[in-house]
Every structure is written in C-alpha cells, then in structure tokens.
C-alpha cells in the first residue's frame, strides 16, 4: 500500500475525528459543514468511532463529542475530557432531577475554563453555554471555589497574579490578606457565589469537585437572581450539588483502577 492508494474510508473517519477535536461537542449539521461528508456517511462513521470508544453521543440536541480514549493515540497527547466523561452522567442526573442547569469549569493558566455544562437538557437554561470561553478568577462562582479549595501554595501563587486589580479593590479585596479572609469564609460555607458590584441578572453557585487537597474541576450551578438567593440556592441544592461532585470523583478513581 502507497501513499497514492490511500484508504479512503479511514481517511474520512479520521477527518471526523479531527473535526471532533475542533469543539466539546459538534452536531450532525456541524460534522456536515467542516467535512463535507454526507449525513448518512458521518452517521456511520461516527457508529464506528463511538464503538471503539473514540466518540460519544452527548444528546440529540448537543450531538457528538470525542473521549479520553483518543490518549491510546499518542503518548504525548494532554486531553482534558477525562473529567468530562466521569462528570456527564452525574451533571446530567442532577438536571434530569431537579431541572437547573449544571456546568463544569477547570482553572488553568490562571483563568477558568468552561467544559462542559447541561444546559440543552435543562427548560430553565438562561444563557449561550460558551464551552472554552474562558473568565477571571475572582469574579466568577466557579473560580472563588477553585481558589478556597485547592492547594495552599496554588492558591498563593494565584492570588499574587491577581493583584492589584482595580475592580477587586471597589469589592473591598485590596490586598492579599483580605482576599485569604473572604476564600475562608468560601470555605466555612461550602460553596461560593459570584462576586460583583453590578446588579447582575444572573448569579452562579460553585463547589469544587475535589479528591483529598486536589480540586479536579467546579460544578456551578447559574440561576437568576429574581427566582431565589444564594443563601436560598444553598439551602435547596447544596447537598445535591455535593452529592455530584462525590459522584464524579467516585467514577475518576474506577476509572484510575482500571488503567
């Protein structure tokens, strides 16, 4: 076999799988305009890959989306999406239950990263989910949590990039020792809440999804501020946000036994 006598099969479900690494999830209708493929060809050729364990149907709505078994692919390869796959089942139960949206956001590079949330399987999902939009620490629900829970000598290093930070300062978080005081108190209470001046219409609650001192990722659950507090909030799905991140770190260690 040439490389003038390529295997045209194989060439097509590789180009679907490079088109499903573009994005955390990609519809048929997407698949379609980045490859040119018919429907019906990517229908199969996605079968395929979700049979050997590279892909996975998210929902008819949020379409496909690769796995963390592309790792057999290349040893050198840093793929985020093992929390993913242990995180959607659990998120999607909790929506399922209690019908609020869930996303899941990891810090890296010193900003929160969005990915993955339930919001397509949620009648009450208020907003665009933005999957790899990044956002400040400081300011968002899901980035104070982070910061209160992770490792003592992360949360230092974070801390001193974020400062001085004019914004900050209006919230009365001058320096480092006041932003140490207001994450213990993220602490004493179990969760965080988005942190601004601004009459938002919107509000986030987060937890961190932690095993011992390490924070894998954090669930934030957003709502409008019209329909409930946060303390509110807390009181209602506190513990059934607690009970998905126990059910998200529990799937991350089978999935550790196994390889």
């Given at each position: 076999?040439?490389?003038?006598?390529?295997?045209?099969?194989?060439?097509?479900?590789?180009?679907?799988?490079?088109?499903?690494?573009r994005?955390?999830?990609?519809?048929?209708?997407?698949?379609?305009?980045?490859?040119?493929?018919p429907?019906?060809?990517?229908?199969?050729?996605?079968?395929?890959?979700?049979?050997?364990?590279?892909?996975?149907?998210?929902?008819?709505?949020?379409?496909?989306?690769?796995?963390?078994?592309?790792?057999?692919?290349?040893?050198?390869?840093?793929?985020?999406?093992?929390?993913v796959?242990?995180?959607?089942?659990?998120?999607?139960?909790?929506?399922?239950?209690?019908?609020?949206?869930?996303a899941?956001?990891?810090?890296?590079?010193?900003?929160?990263?969005?990915?993955?949330?339930?919001?397509?399987?949620?009648?009450?999902?208020?907003?665009?989910?933005?999957?790899?939009?990044t956002?400040?620490?400081?300011?968002?629900?899901?980035?104070?949590?982070?910061?209160?829970?992770?490792?003592?000598?992360?949360?230092?290093?974070?801390?001193r990039?974020?400062?001085?930070?004019?914004?900050?300062?209006?919230?009365?978080?001058?320096?480092?020792?006041?932003?140490?005081?207001?994450?213990?108190?993220v602490?004493r209470?179990?969760?965080?809440?988005?942190?601004?001046?601004?009459?938002?219409?919107?509000?986030?609650?987060?937890?961190?999804v932690?095993?011992?001192?390490?924070v894998?990722?954090?669930?934030?659950?957003?709502f409008?501020?019209?329909?409930?507090?946060?303390?509110?909030?807390?009181?209602?799905?506190?513990?059934?946000?607690?009970?998905?991140?126990?059910?998200?770190?529990?799937?991350?260690?089978?999935?550790?036994?196994?390889?």
């Amino acid at each position: 076999m040439t490389a003038e006598n390529p295997v045209e099969p194989v060439i097509r479900a590789l180009q679907v799988l490079e088109a499903l690494n573009r994005k955390p999830a990609s519809s048929l209708g997407e698949m379609h305009a980045v490859t040119g493929l018919p429907k019906p060809t990517l229908v199969r050729l996605l079968g395929t890959l979700i049979a050997a364990g590279y892909a996975t149907r998210i929902s008819s709505q949020a379409g496909y989306r690769i796995t963390g078994h592309v790792l057999a692919l290349s040893s050198g390869l840093r793929f985020i999406d093992r929390i993913v796959d242990a995180a959607v089942p659990a998120m999607s139960e909790f929506t399922r239950d209690h019908a609020w949206p869930l996303a899941l956001a990891k810090v890296r590079d010193g900003v929160v990263a969005l990915l993955h949330s339930t919001g397509s399987q949620s009648p009450f999902s208020f907003e665009r989910v933005g999957y790899n939009m990044t956002y400040q620490l400081m300011y968002t629900a899901m980035g104070q949590a982070h910061l209160a829970f992770c490792d003592g000598e992360e949360r230092k290093r974070l801390i001193r990039d974020l400062l001085p930070d004019p914004k900050l300062e209006l919230l009365g978080l001058r320096t480092v020792q006041s932003i140490d005081a207001h994450l213990a108190a993220v602490r004493r209470r179990g969760y965080a809440v988005t942190l601004t001046s601004r009459n938002l219409k919107l509000l986030g609650l987060a937890i961190p999804v932690r095993q011992g001192r390490q924070v894998h990722a954090c669930l934030v659950l957003r709502f409008p501020r019209s329909v409930m507090t946060p303390e509110q909030a807390a009181e209602r799905y506190l513990e059934p946000l607690n009970a998905t991140a126990r059910a998200i770190v529990k799937t991350l260690v089978a999935q550790d036994r196994v390889t």
